[in-house]
């Protein structure tokens, strides 16, 4: 099954509202990861957090990593326009087998202008 | 940043021929570069990890005869979609990791595979 879950799935929001979504691993990261992914396009690099309990900021964005290294999020305050798209959390987790590296179920954001 | 091409961008093939899509990093190079396969308005999966120089890692259920991964230069990974049957369309993306930094896997822009 899914090993990275993410929610919500989709997100519709007013152009100006906050948003967020929330990452949960089955099992404790090494690090975790964030991407955009904009309609029709490939996914691009946000940001990597690699302590338990880190928070980054960028701009309208935040990023924060559980303390448990399980659970992860990204807020974004004021929407725009230009923040729609599919965001995914990912991160390797470490196996028996050795590290796995999972991408998140992902949200999609639409903003309403 | 850094880029990561691949090539071709769409392609459509009929059932039954192979079809081989390349990735490549265009100013840096990347000991280690990941197939993922991506279905409409679904996540990333994960196909296979490819190690320049040595054979690729398949996931679980990725069968290795029928996606064939080529990592034969630090800058260039291959993947062979052989006897492609329909349930192959999908959009193939390959990325790359900087040997400098190894911390930041970069994206290439995608296949976009159609099988009549």
């Known amino acids: 099954g899914q090993q990275v879950m993410q929610i919500p799935q989709y997100q519709h929001v007013q152009e100006g509202e906050d948003f967020t979504t929330y990452c949960n691993s089955s099992?404790?990261?090494?690090?975790i990861q964030w991407y955009k992914q904009r309609p029709g396009g490939h996914p691009g690099f946000l940001i990597q957090l690699v302590k338990s309990g880190e928070v980054k900021k960028q701009k309208r964005l935040t990023f924060q990593f559980g303390e448990a290294k399980k659970n992860s999020s990204l807020h974004i305050t004021a929407t725009q326009t230009t923040d729609v798209g599919t965001y995914f959390c990912a991160g390797p987790q470490l196996l028996n087998t050795g590290n796995q590296f999972y991408f998140g179920t992902g949200t999609s954001l639409t903003v309403i202008p | 940043g850094a880029v990561v091409s691949q090539h071709p961008s769409r392609v459509i093939c009929k059932s039954g021929t192979s079809v081989k899509i390349e990735c490549r990093s265009l100013?840096?190079?990347?000991?280690?570069m990941f197939w993922y396969r991506q279905f409409p308005k679904q996540s990333l999966m994960l196909m296979a990890t490819s190690n320049e120089g040595s054979k690729a890692t398949y996931e679980q259920g990725v069968e290795k005869d029928k996606f064939l991964i080529n990592h034969a230069s630090l800058t260039l990974s291959t993947l062979t979609v052989t006897s492609a049957h329909p349930e192959d369309s999908s959009f193939y993306i390959c990325?790359?990791?900087?040997?400098?930094?190894?911390?930041?896997?970069?994206f290439g822009p995608g296949t976009r595979l159609l099988v009549l």
């Open positions: 990325s790359a990791y900087d040997r400098d930094t190894q911390e930041t896997q970069y």
């Open positions: 100013d840096f190079q990347a000991t280690t």
């Open positions: 099992t404790t990261l090494s690090n």
